[in-house]
């Protein structure tokens, strides 16, 4: 792979993971509720991968076939789901804290491929997961946490199970498909399965949140999902990995800066407990499960 490639790509990753580390604070800065919010980012996020995946294919066909079609939906459904539980996280627990718990996706990711689809899990992975689970007790410490905070972790462990299980579905969808074509199908199933919950006379009269809906689905959905499959194909996977984790580490800044929730010494040293464990114990093994079909983390 040539440097320049490589350059070009971590770029390209890390302009994604900035985006991402912000998304929390546009989340909570909109005012609506999660519905809403998820419900605005489906659509506007149809449109935008909609009109991109368009632009990209021409006049060749979208290719999808009815099997692949639904399993392309199953995975929306995940995604969807993902998305609503991490961002009540970030009411309950804080957007920092939410999403450290939240990236601890590849380790379920490593164990829903050990599980369901009987992937090999090393020794060296599996001391990994014990140093990771290790590093999640010193981040969430249980007997500090009042049951609002530990209400957060919980919604945000559920996502990052999701975000694995949307991963892992991924790897039933043809390879030839464009990044764009799936999320364009998977947030369109998100509109249809959030219409009748969606507090639309709401939205219609939040004219100052509109700002943020629309930098949650222009930019942290349709322009951040495309930097980052551009990424993907650039760099080796440890780069991919290493990079991500630019993610959690935005989102505990924003959160210190915007609203004074800062980690303590304890939950700092389980953060980096949890770094270790995926660079030592995953990335060096070569590619997690499914990463050709990773999605949107946040």
């Given at each position: 792979m040539q440097e320049h490639e490589i350059r070009r790509g971590a770029v390209q990753m890390a302009l994604a993971m900035l985006l991402s580390g912000t998304l929390g604070w546009f989340v909570l800065q909109s005012g609506q509720g999660v519905w809403n919010v998820v419900f605005a980012r489906c659509v506007i996020g149809t449109l935008g991968l909609?009109?991109?995946?368009?632009?990209?294919?021409?006049?060749?066909?979208?290719?999808?076939t009815r099997i692949s079609l639904l399993w392309c939906a199953a995975g929306?459904?995940?995604?969807?789901?993902?998305?609503?539980?991490?961002?009540?996280?970030?009411?309950?627990?804080?957007m920092g804290l939410a999403t450290v718990v939240y990236h601890t996706q590849p380790f379920w990711l490593v164990l829903l491929g050990r599980?369901?689809?009987?992937?090999?899990?090393?020794?060296?992975?599996?001391?990994?997961?014990?140093?990771?689970?290790?590093?999640?007790?010193l981040v969430v410490q249980p007997g500090r946490m009042g049951q609002g905070d530990m209400a957060g972790v919980g919604l945000a462990l559920g996502a990052a199970v999701l975000y694995a299980l949307a991963t892992l579905i991924s790897k039933r969808l043809p390879a030839a498909w464009l990044p764009s074509q799936v999320a364009c199908v998977q947030t369109a199933v998100g509109v249809l399965l959030l219409w009748p919950l969606a507090d639309l006379p709401a939205l219609g009269h939040a004219g100052a949140s509109w700002p943020y809906l629309a930098v949650i689905g222009l930019v942290h959905t349709v322009l951040m999902y495309i930097l980052m499959y551009a990424a993907f194909r650039r760099l080796p996977t440890a780069w991919i990995g290493l990079l991500g984790f630019i993610y959690p580490l935005v989102a505990?800044?924003?959160?210190?800066?915007?609203?004074?929730?800062?980690?303590?010494?304890?939950?700092?040293?389980?953060?980096?407990?949890?770094v270790i464990a995926n660079v030592w114990g995953l990335q060096r093994q070569g590619a997690l499960p499914a990463w050709r079909g990773r999605r949107m983390a946040g």
């Amino acid at each position: 792979m040539q440097e320049h490639e490589i350059r070009r790509g971590a770029v390209q990753m890390a302009l994604a993971m900035l985006l991402s580390g912000t998304l929390g604070w546009f989340v909570l800065q909109s005012g609506q509720g999660v519905w809403n919010v998820v419900f605005a980012r489906c659509v506007i996020g149809t449109l935008g991968l909609g009109l991109y995946s368009a632009w990209r294919l021409g006049s060749r066909s979208w290719g999808f076939t009815r099997i692949s079609l639904l399993w392309c939906a199953a995975g929306g459904v995940a995604l969807v789901g993902n998305w609503l539980l991490l961002f009540s996280a970030y009411r309950f627990c804080g957007m920092g804290l939410a999403t450290v718990v939240y990236h601890t996706q590849p380790f379920w990711l490593v164990l829903l491929g050990r599980f369901w689809l009987g992937e090999r899990l090393s020794a060296r992975r599996a001391l990994a997961l014990l140093l990771a689970f290790a590093g999640l007790v010193l981040v969430v410490q249980p007997g500090r946490m009042g049951q609002g905070d530990m209400a957060g972790v919980g919604l945000a462990l559920g996502a990052a199970v999701l975000y694995a299980l949307a991963t892992l579905i991924s790897k039933r969808l043809p390879a030839a498909w464009l990044p764009s074509q799936v999320a364009c199908v998977q947030t369109a199933v998100g509109v249809l399965l959030l219409w009748p919950l969606a507090d639309l006379p709401a939205l219609g009269h939040a004219g100052a949140s509109w700002p943020y809906l629309a930098v949650i689905g222009l930019v942290h959905t349709v322009l951040m999902y495309i930097l980052m499959y551009a990424a993907f194909r650039r760099l080796p996977t440890a780069w991919i990995g290493l990079l991500g984790f630019i993610y959690p580490l935005v989102a505990l800044v924003v959160d210190d800066l915007a609203y004074g929730h800062a980690l303590n010494a304890a939950q700092a040293a389980g953060v980096a407990l949890i770094v270790i464990a995926n660079v030592w114990g995953l990335q060096r093994q070569g590619a997690l499960p499914a990463w050709r079909g990773r999605r949107m983390a946040g």
